[in-house]
């Protein structure tokens, strides 16, 4: 089995759960006040991925010997200005949303998306580089689709606005996953490299699915006001 298929094969055994927030999201009565916090919380996630892949480019870099390391350098090369200003997307949607960008900053993410990224620097500054691309597999791996944006917005009633960044994404991101999938089977990798990319990639479903469930758990009516201040 090639190497891109046997993470996909590990990933689909721990998606359900992930998938199952997905839906209860999408058909939650406060949609139109979680959506706001969803974005938030995506932005907290999205403005680490620049500089994860700068910090894989720069260790791989200095591992000038190992054939992996030169084959992920030229694909971070590559894929690293198709990533950059993503974050600012979210900060505008938010702001057509009535969510001021300096709120969003303001905001602390929370434990889990901290856990969530802050793995990715630990394996790759300790283990290997190569290990991120389990957590790129699922973030580019499985974008929205145009019809449940489509169900999104039509239940929250906000405007187009508020969904370019899901709807580029949901047009990028399958070009995004047929690269990796492509550098994937490209690499000479060992045992404990492949252990380490499906380590990275369940673990970041899981610690996915916890922030999705704090996310759906967090109470909006009627004692906290929504984020953008709207009823």
Known sequence: MVQSRRLRGKL???????????????????????????LVMMHGIIRASVPLMETALATARSLRDDPVAVLLTDYLEHHI?????????????????????DRVLGRVPS?????????????????????LLGYMALLEGYPPSPQDID?????????????????????????????????LDSLPLTEQQRTLIGLS??????????????????????????LDGRR
């Open 12 to 38: 689909e055994l721990v998606l359900p759960a992930l998938l199952a927030t997905d839906r209860r999201l999408l058909g939650h009565p406060e949609l139109r006040e979680l959506y706001p916090e969803y």
């Open 201 to 226: 990639a369940i673990t970041s479903v899981e610690l996915l699915t916890q922030a999705h469930e704090e996310l759906l758990g967090t109470s909006l009516r009627p004692q906290n006001a929504p």
């Open 81 to 101: 200005p198709e990533e950059r200003g993503h974050d600012v997307w979210l900060l505008e949607d938010l702001e057509s949303l009535g969510v001021p960008r």
């Open 151 to 183: 169900r999104v917005q039509a239940a929250t009633g906000y405007g187009p606005a508020a969904f370019r960044t899901l709807r580029l994404h949901a047009d990028l991101d399958p070009h995004h996953r047929n690269d990796l999938a492509d550098l």
């Open 111 to 131: 434990v889990t998306i901290a856990a969530l990224v802050g793995a990715q620097y630990y394996w790759m500054q300790h283990v290997h580089p190569v290990g």
